[in-house]
């Protein structure tokens, strides 16, 4: 998990607990919901990088969805398909403290696999990925139907939480 996740994470899970929250919130960090990987990209300016990431947006946008990033990095449908098995098989079958079953999970992620994550639940398909914005520390709300084992998007990059010049706590 990158750091700034970790953190937004621990600050999300200490304002539940702070607020008495009704569930015990449990932090679980899962590789298959990191980022997207860049390949040779990784920790390269972005204005060094940003021509190719442009390109290969644009293949992607096109439906080749299986471009990978140059130097083993990753393409959506890669993504996606590690991601989604964990949501799957790790999260939404998992169990509370107290035992009962999961309704409400927080995935704290960065923006690539958010747009991969929510074009996907949306039924739309990768390749409308960049549509779906994604503002630093914005929530995004997807719902899980387990009678009809379909998610629902509910809300994308809702960002009014946020206060211009704020500390970054909730």
Known sequence: MLQRS???AEIVRAELAKNSHPRSPILNEHESLNEMYYGHWEGQPIANVFPDIRDISSEWAKGNLHAECPGNGESPV?????ASECLLKNILRQK??????????????????NQILISHCSGKGLSYM?????????????????ESERFYV????????IVSGSSGKL
């Open 78 to 82: 890669q993504v996606l398909e590690r």
């Open 6 to 8: 970790q953190q937004t």
């Open 96 to 113: 509370s403290n107290s035992g009962d079953s999961v309704d409400h999970i927080c995935i704290v992620a960065h923006a690539r696999l």
């Open 130 to 146: 960049k549509e779906y914005q994604q503002g630093n520390c914005c929530v995004n709300v997807i719902d899980w139907d387990p």
């Open 154 to 161: 509910r809300l994308v990059n809702y960002r009014d939480h």
